[in-house]
Nanobody
Framework: QVRLVESGGGLVQAGGSLRLSCAAS??????MGWFRQAPGKEREFVACIPWTGSTTYYADSVKGRFTISRDNAKNTVDLQMNSLKAEDTAVYYC???????????????WGQGTQVTVSS
């Protein structure tokens, strides 16, 4: 069993920045990612990154604004969110899997989620 714990969510003004972090209890999977879910919406892919290699994927909606990164020594994955928009408001979930987690059905483990609210 792998435990994923997100942190860093909060309230931010539109145009501002937040940095989310996900700590994994174990690194027995190949990729980490971030998803988000707004009220009444499906859980949406945001970004993912492998523990080994540098191939990253981003949703079109966040490309150029969000950056995913990892720290293998700490078993952590961060999501730097810049130029935030009101439509970025959602609960953000850390995810882990053994293939690029670009879809929820590819995810083996989920974090509990952290709320990000962007005001305008």
């Amino acid at each position: 069993q792998v435990r994923l714990v997100e942190s860093g969510g909060g309230l931010v003004q539109a145009g501002g920045s937040l940095r989310l972090s996900c700590a994994a209890s174990r690194r027995t999977f190949s990729t980490m990612g971030w998803f988000r879910q707004a009220p009444g919406k499906e859980r949406e892919f945001v970004a993912c990154i492998p523990w080994t290699g540098s191939t990253t994927y981003y949703a079109d909606s966040v490309k150029g604004r969000f950056t995913i990164s990892r720290d293998n020594a700490k078993n952590t994955v961060d999501l730097q969110m810049n130029s935030l928009k009101a439509e970025d408001t959602a609960v953000y979930y850390c995810a882990a899997g053994n293939v690029a987690v670009v879809s929820a059905n590819l995810v083996n483990y989920w974090g509990q989620g952290t709320q990000v609210t962007v005001s305008s």
